[in-house]
């Protein structure tokens, strides 16, 4: 594992937020994620091999990513394509693997197509030809994850669960997306009750799709709050962000257009 970088590269606002050691920071919370995730395993009678932990590191300043790097991570995961962009240009002598995990405009697939090693909000046929032909011409592929609204909010992004099975057969003209699962922000709610049925939503969705002779088998679903109930209802990717890197001070109506409502 590389050396920790000097903490002099910090300012006094990353030390305000993560504290004047963010290396130990992100190494405990690591554990205490891991342990959790062992735990909701125990409990879902799974083995801890069967989920992927998918650390979220959107607002966190690159700089400051380094000690993520530094304690292990390696999986990054962006919301905004704009900000993974600079992220990776400063970051470009270490070796990490983008995954972009939030809404992408048609006109940006091009970012995203030079480094992405997956994207998980898939949710439109146009967006899926935009990406195909882009990776065409680099002859590439890219993992993908189709997007659906479980939650019924109408601002939420992602698939209807009606339109699921046709969009599934409308992606086999894209080649160059390899379709692994689907995703789902579940409701906005620290209310578990609220939150369950959105993720046993996803994974019956999942069990039709497989029926229907779908490649996607995963459900990347479960964040910081609830992703121990989204490994019990059968998550294989847990995206968590605020667990791993501490409380972010950008509104998340910046990211997620339903946060607002909720
Ligand atoms: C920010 C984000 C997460 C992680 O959320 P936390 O509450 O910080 O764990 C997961 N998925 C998406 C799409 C996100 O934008």
């Known amino acids: 594992m590389p050396a920790s970088p000097e903490p002099t590269s910090l300012t006094a606002e990353d030390i305000t937020r993560f504290g004047p050691d963010p290396f130990a920071l992100f190494s405990r919370n690591l554990v205490s994620v891991e342990e959790r995730i062992v735990?909701?395993?125990?409990?879902?009678?799974?083995?801890?091999?069967?989920?992927?932990?998918?650390?979220?590191?959107?607002t966190v300043p690159a700089r400051v990513l380094r000690f993520a790097h530094a304690a292990?991570?390696?999986?990054?995961g962006e919301n905004k394509i704009?900000?993974?962009?600079?992220?990776?240009?400063?970051?470009?002598?270490?070796?990490?693997?983008?995954?972009?995990?939030g809404h992408l405009q048609t006109n940006k697939v091009k970012y995203l197509t030079r480094f992405a090693r997956e994207f998980h909000a898939l949710d439109s046929v146009r967006l899926a030809e935009a990406l195909n032909a882009r990776l065409d011409r680099e002859d590439r592929s890219l993992d993908v994850y189709v997007q659906v609204n479980t939650s019924a909010e109408e601002s939420k992004y992602g698939l209807q669960p009606g339109e699921l099975l046709p969009y599934?057969?409308?992606?086999?003209?894209?080649?160059?997306?390899?379709?692994r699962g689907l995703m789902t922000l579940a409701v906005f709610s620290t209310d578990l009750d609220k939150v369950r049925p959105c993720f046993e939503r996803l994974r019956e969705l999942r069990d039709i799709a497989v029926r229907h002779d779908s490649a996607i088998t995963e459900l990347s679903?479960?964040?910081?709050?609830?992703?121990?109930?989204?490994?019990?209802?059968?998550?294989?990717?847990?995206?968590?962000?605020?667990?791993?890197?501490?409380?972010?001070?950008?509104?998340?109506?910046?990211?997620?257009?339903?946060a607002e409502k909720a």
């Not at 292990?72 to 990054?76: E, L, Q, T, V, Y």
């Open 168 to 179: 599934l057969d409308e992606l086999r003209r894209f080649p160059r997306l390899k379709p």
């Open 39 to 58: 735990r909701a395993c125990a409990r879902a009678g799974r083995s801890r091999e069967t989920v992927r932990l998918l650390p979220v590191t959107k």
């Open 82 to 101: 704009q900000e993974a962009v600079a992220k990776r240009a400063e970051l470009s002598d270490l070796a990490i693997d983008w995954c972009i995990v």
């Open 72 to 76: 292990g991570i390696r999986d990054f």
């Open 221 to 258: 679903m479960g964040m910081s709050n609830d992703f121990e109930e989204a490994i019990v209802q059968g998550a294989d990717v847990v995206r968590v962000g605020e667990a791993i890197f501490g409380k972010r001070s950008t509104p998340d109506g910046h990211y997620w257009p339903q």
